[in-house]
């Protein structure tokens, strides 16, 4: 559990703006609560860091920021999380498309099952970024590129993401995640 004196206010201490701010934010597994009112402001531009034992909700908190939580039955968050001042729990926020605003590596690699290529083409594909195979192939390279992959897997684009090592696996994830551009990665022990 984090315990409910965890506070931090890194937007100030950094003098930059506020991105992420969390207020009083509880989680629970149906009955059992995961969280007691955690508060922090995460300032934009910056890595912030969760560190603690395992199991003490680091990620729990983190998916709270991209409504990953929604997707377990029987979870609930109360509290205020707010993305550039905009409630992330507000009626009407689409999760889908937070998430996309919110790009999330978990711990373990997940690759699709599909090819290198089409992994990193996913999500810019079903969200219209680009009109042009071309232009797609630039979106994969680049997204590659910045996971530090580029240059292993540019000669078999084709063959499966799961083909891959699992350390290859994990950058794959990552070029995946920042291929549509999030505002914010969520990054779980990756």
């Known amino acids: 559990m984090i315990a409910p004196t965890l506070r931090a206010d890194a937007g100030t201490i950094l003098g930059g703006p506020t991105k992420i ?7 629970f597994y149906g009955d059992k609560q995961a969280l007691y009112d955690v508060s922090i402001d995460i300032p934009d531009r910056a890595v912030t860091a969760f560190i603690g034992p395992s199991g003490c909700g680091k990620t729990t908190f983190l998916r709270c920021f991209n409504r990953m939580n929604d997707t377990i039955e029987g979870a609930r968050v109360t509290g205020s999380v707010q993305i550039e001042g ?31 290529y089409d992994n990193v083409a996913y999500g810019p594909r079903i969200h219209g970024m680009a009109k042009k ?31 891959l090592s699992g350390g290859q696996q994990q950058r794959l994830v990552i070029a995946r995640t920042v291929a549509v551009n999030p505002d914010v990665i969520l990054m779980d022990e990756p």
């Open 21 to 27: 701010n969390a207020r009083d934010v509880n989680v």
């Open 133 to 163: 195979k071309a232009d797609m192939d630039g979106i994969v390279e680049q997204s590659l590129r910045r996971a530090g992959l580029w240059e292993e897997v540019k000669d078999r684009l084709g063959q499966p993401g799961t083909s």
């Open 86 to 116: 905009k409630d992330a729990y507000a009626k009407g926020v689409d999760p889908v498309v937070l998430r996309t605003r919110v790009g999330m590596v978990f711990q373990k690699p997940n690759p699709f099952p599909k090819s290198i």
